[in-house]
């Protein structure tokens, strides 16, 4: 009785189901700022990201599609930085705004 006692557990183990883990890689371009002073929004082919403080790096950086892009930073009506880039899939970009380009 006790070989059944013991072959039964093993046998059930046998009929589990295999188990497989799929993980998905993000690789969209990224885009980071620097040098955008306080009150600056970033605007993508002309919508609005929001401040361009936050995606200053580490964590805060931007994911767009691959592609031509049109990215401007600016502070009110004020245009700090204007790029017409192409961005190619686990590219990373970063706009850095000149010194004294805010007034």
Request: charged letters at 15%; aromatic letters at 2%.
């Amino acid at each position: 009785m006790k070989p059944a006692v013991l072959v039964l557990p093993l046998l059930l183990l046998a009929c589990a189901e295999p188990i497989s883990n799929t993980r998905t890689v993000d690789d969209r371009p990224r885009i980071l700022v620097q040098g955008a002073p306080e009150g600056a929004i970033l605007y993508i082919d002309g919508k609005s990201m929001g401040p361009a403080s936050s995606y200053a790096g580490n964590p805060g950086v931007l994911q767009v599609e691959p592609g031509t892009h049109i990215m401007e930073v600016k502070v009110g009506e004020t245009l700090l930085l204007s790029q017409k880039v192409f961005m190619g899939g686990g590219e990373q970009r970063t706009l850095v705004v000149p010194p004294g380009t805010a007034k």
